[in-house]
């Protein structure tokens, strides 16, 4: 049997994946499905929705049984609803896609195996549930020793401008030069791209390092760990979950990941973000603490609210700037990333 | 009846004490009921430990049957073991405090109401049982927003120099001149002291700057939330804590805590010490992100392991060399960083 990843109760949920998106109001409440759309198209065969919901990830609808009768092995709770809670019709949905035989996993704050109904529809059905924001297995207090194998990481501006993107588009670009190079996810949509990781903001905060040290350990083959970052060290919410994956990750080298036409600090209107320059020094100074190597290799720019002309121009004036290779990971690749961080850092 | 902490379960815990030291190996393992006793010797009726026990706190040695009888309301379980784990030996110490009617609190790492043979001796006795290192209530993530009021963090060099008895220290002082000052606690042994409070190090990673937050609302009488620092910004294990703590309480004065003689980072023999100058500045610097008028405005050096003599020069050559007061918080005072802050940051 395909193995994929592994719930606390060591069940086993993986691709092919039935997306569910429910009744999801608009684009970003599907962003979980997406990107798992975006990045694995070969696991997703359809999508799950109510007869009213507009968003679509162009993915032929199915109902749970027909994706079953498909070959879907587990349906995905992929949208983001407010407070991350499941409403009625979900938690249904969820026991019709268990009585069909696939098992469910979730990226919600309220966990599937906090319902009484789901548990019982999975137990009843021999299924697995996943929630992807909980990490039940011990997490030991981060060691500051170094480790062998090397390293990147991506840092932020602030919160959600791609940083897992980019991740991904380094892993496919450097697997394409047969390189050796594997994303270490750290959020629930690149849990459930990888099949394993730690959502390093869900754990208890004297461990954030040590689950970073945890999910990139020491190898040996040459291969690089590509980590996701998360937050950003100028987030006044989240800063703290930052700086400690930084610690623990002890990167060779940086990304750092902006969106152009962000105005403020996500969710915080009185912040403004930090710019490029002082953004990547601060990074690299907090980096040095457990790896005084680290370098930064480029910026990977979310251009996707500008055109493609204000796209270029902007990457030309960063990486002029900054003296490193930018780039829009999405619409440009990541190939001139990649080659400044062979010639900067690989042994 | 006295109203000091509350448990989860809404039960009240309080003064008078009585200190359990079970079978403790060494002066470090009672380092809670240490800090609880120097800081509040009014508190503290009596020590309950095995007869084998060496070390002591210098209180009358008591059975919990003779302390319920000399007034106590609450044991304190001030023991560190290794791991946290609770002994047999004292589950059934717990248990025989219960049955004598005294509340039990605990700052282990093993929660009371995890042991069900404790949960049923509080339930048959209707008795409180409180763990610091849990906090139940829910944390809202931090919103970054500025609140009415004046703050002050101690920072520190590294974990355990001395940040809780500094800022007791500081209330101390401030209250002796009639200011109005609250200690504002961050772990276990603060908590037991100011009867609330919560353990920063114990919450979910997103939520650290939400909880610094928590503990320091706004306030408009003119008077001073003294907050209690964890661990250091140059900690590989704990600097997250630090950093979310640093933001979360926007502090407008940070007292940097440091150990005379410390080698290296605790636990870590591969790294040293930061410079206190350097260390300073890495803590204004991410501290102006939530407030930019942040000041630092003295040094609490921890003398213990020195002379008295060498400890006045080492004072003398620190406050010069950083323009700044330089005092250890228990064998010389606070007057002259109270100074300083008073004429630097009050309104």
């Given at each position: ?11 086993h949920w993986?691709?092919?994946f ?17 990107g ?8 997703c065969?359809?999508?799950y929705r109510d007869?009213e919901c ?13 994706a ?9 709770i992929?949208?983001?609803s407010?407070?991350?809670v499941m ?9 019709t ?22 548990v019982?529809a999975a ?22 020793r170094?480790r062998?194998?090397?390293r ?10 791609g ?5 991904l588009?380094i ?8 390189l050796?190079?594997?994303f ?8 459930f791209?990888?099949g ?23 190898r040996?083959d ?14 006044p919410?989240?800063?703290?979950v ?16 902006h969106?152009?036409?962000r ?7 009185g912040?403004?973000l930090p710019?490029?320059?002082s953004c990547?020094?601060?990074?690299l100074?907090a980096a040095?603490?457990?790896?005084p190597?680290?370098k930064?290799?480029g ?6 609210n500008?055109?493609?002309?204000a796209?270029?121009a ?8 900054l003296?490193l ?12 990333i990649v080659d400044?961080l ?6």
């Amino acid at each position: 049997m395909f193995k994929h990843g592994e719930a606390a109760d060591h069940g086993h949920w993986g691709p092919p994946f039935l997306l569910y998106l429910g009744g999801a109001a608009d684009d970003l409440a599907i962003k979980t499905a997406r990107g798992l759309a975006y990045w694995r198209p070969e696991w997703c065969i359809g999508q799950y929705r109510d007869p009213e919901c507009r968003p679509t990830l162009g993915l032929p609808d199915m109902e749970p049984a027909q994706a079953s009768a498909a070959g879907a092995n587990t349906m995905v709770i992929g949208t983001a609803s407010a407070g991350g809670v499941m409403a009625r019709q979900t938690v249904a949905d969820i026991i019709t896609a268990l009585n069909a035989n696939l098992n469910v996993i979730s990226g919600l704050h309220e966990k599937l195996r906090d319902n009484a109904d789901i548990v019982a529809a999975a137990t009843r059905n021999g299924r697995t549930l996943f929630d992807a924001r909980e990490y039940a297995q011990r997490i030991p207090v981060g060691s500051g020793r170094k480790r062998a194998g090397q390293r990147l990481l991506t840092i932020g501006t602030d919160c959600s401008v791609g940083k897992m993107y980019t991740t991904l588009a380094i892993e496919r670009c450097m697997r394409k030069r047969g390189l050796k190079a594997d994303f270490r996810a750290t959020g629930q949509t690149g849990i459930f791209i990888a099949g394993a990781g730690i959502p390093v903001d869900a754990v208890i905060a004297d461990f954030i390092s040590g689950a970073a040290e945890l999910i990139s350990p020491a190898r040996e083959d040459d291969g690089w760990d590509l980590i996701e970052g998360q937050g950003s060290l100028f987030h006044p919410s989240y800063a703290g979950v930052s700086l400690g994956l930084l610690h623990g990750s002890q990167p060779d080298a940086l990304v750092l990941c902006h969106e152009l036409t962000r105005q403020h600090m996500r969710g915080l209107p009185g912040y403004p973000l930090p710019g490029l320059a002082s953004c990547l020094e601060a990074n690299l100074i907090a980096a040095r603490l457990t790896n005084p190597a680290v370098k930064a290799v480029g910026i990977a720019l979310n251009t996707s609210n500008v055109s493609e002309r204000a796209a270029h121009a902007a990457c030309r004036e960063i990486a002029e700037r900054l003296d490193l290779p930018c780039e829009d990971p999405v619409t440009m690749g990541v190939e001139s990333i990649v080659d400044n961080l062979l010639s900067c850092c690989a042994h």
